[in-house]
């Protein structure tokens, strides 16, 4: 039996054994076992894990621009950076293809993938290669106090009523530029144009990975048509080129946009928090907008993975298998806002009135499929740096829209043949 099977079966074997992690059951009790995270995580993380199982866990935790050079580093090396580490859904097609996480299809139970939408979107070639831990799909976000001084009373639900809610603003004085988009070339630029293609009731690519936005009647092109005709109307700040989506969060707790668009529901505790926030409990959420009126999102959830080349993987399924658990999914709500990846977490937090506007965000929350049905693809990086830099030129007006997703396309088709 090789080493690779035997691996399998031993996980397995321990999949079936531990239904659940009782507490005077602690096969693996003194193991210890590295856990890489980004920053934020709650310090309770390891020493309630010791608690329950015994396993030891050394958190370590980096920026998160700084996790990924250091996880491909280690796994080029065959090193594995930690036994358990952070796993974005951006990476699932290069790190799938590469072969440098364990396939946990049969190690997590059917019941707990179906409670876990998003997991799809961590599944390549069918292997799942992460568990999400840490939810975040699309929804729109506002200031009900600019709209109330609007004399608006509901949401907006297409393209059109958004426009027309954002001059009303604007007519009024309430913000010069009601309309929060990142422009900047940078990934939140790309994240929120691929919402937007969808919309305007397109797709990015066919099933042959062909783009489908280059056509004056696609998606695509209409949703940065879209950007440079509210720039020229002044609902969008002509200083967005150079913002993240980080910036215009922080221009939205600082009362200056009405509507952030880019932006997921776990940014709401920040948004209602008084300490940073100058808008606190005027956030409201509605379902995300579109051409048609029938809303849309997509996910973008963090999970967690175990490399291959780990030595630990019994201990570190536990981990996994602790961390995503309805239980502790609701605590990390409580403790660090995290947006829970299960539906029945979702529910239970909304039940107990812990989620903002939560009706809206669990209606949202069915609506989210994976940005790519493929699965994320290994060029991946090289088709979101054009995205955001042909957007940034267009926002200048250093292109035409036309020109940007030609761009965008030829940029593709390079990345594809490499």
Not at 363 to 388: D, I, R
Request: glycine residues 8%; negative net charge.
């Amino acid at each position: 039996m090789n080493k690779l099977l035997r691996t399998t079966v031993a996980l397995a074997a321990l999949a079936l054994a531990m239904p659940a992690l009782a507490d005077d059951a602690k096969p693996l009790a003194g193991q210890s076992i590295t856990v890489l995270l980004p920053s934020g995580q709650s310090p309770n993380i390891a020493s309630d894990f010791e608690k329950e199982t015994g396993i030891k866990v050394d958190l370590q935790m980096l920026s998160w621009d700084d996790i990924r050079p250091k996880l491909i580093t280690g796994l080029i090396a065959g090193t594995p950076p930690a036994d358990v580490t952070e796993f974005d859904w951006s990476w699932t097609g290069q790190f799938g293809a590469a072969g440098w996480y364990e396939d946990l299809t049969p190690l997590i139970d059917a019941e707990s993938i179906k409670d876990m939408p998003t997991a799809s979107i961590f599944t390549v070639d069918g292997k799942l290669l992460g568990v999400p831990y840490a939810n975040d799909f699309r929804i729109l976000i506002a200031n009900k106090d600019h709209l109330a001084k609007a004399g608006i009373t509901k949401m907006p639900t297409t393209i059109d009523e958004l426009i027309a809610d954002a001059k009303l603003i604007k007519e009024k004085g309430i913000a010069e530029y009601p309309l929060g988009v990142p422009l900047s070339p940078s990934e939140g630029t790309s994240t929120l144009w691929y919402l937007m293609t969808f919309a305007f009731g397109g797709d990015l690519f066919d099933k042959d990975w062909k783009p489908l936005f280059t056509s004056p009647d696609s998606g695509g092109y209409k949703a940065l048509q879209f950007y440079v005709d509210m720039l020229k109307a002044g609902l969008i700040d002509p200083a967005s080129t150079g913002l993240k989506d980080s910036d215009v969060h922080q221009m939205f707790m600082d009362g200056k946009v009405t509507f952030d668009l880019g932006v997921g529901p776990g940014w709401v505790g920040a948004f209602e928090d008084k300490t940073k926030s100058k808008i606190a409990g005027s956030t409201t959420l509605g379902l995300v907008p579109t051409e048609s009126g029938k809303t849309v999102s997509y996910g973008l959830p963090e999970a967690l993975g175990i490399p291959a080349a780990s030595e630990k993987k019994e201990a570190a399924l536990a981990f996994v298998k602790w961390m995503t658990s309805k239980d502790e999914q609701i605590k990390l709500a409580a403790e660090q806002g995290l947006l829970a990846t299960r539906t029945s977490a979702f529910e239970e937090l909304n039940k107990q009135g812990k989620i903002l506007d939560g009706d809206v965000v669990i209606e949202q929350a069915g609506t989210v499929g994976p940005l790519f049905k493929q699965g994320t693809p290994t060029w991946y990086p090289q088709f979101s740096s054009a995205v955001n830099n042909a957007i940034n030129q267009a926002a200048k007006g250093e292109i035409s829209v036309a020109d940007a997703m030609k761009s965008i396309a030829d940029e593709t088709a390079k990345a594809q043949q490499q």
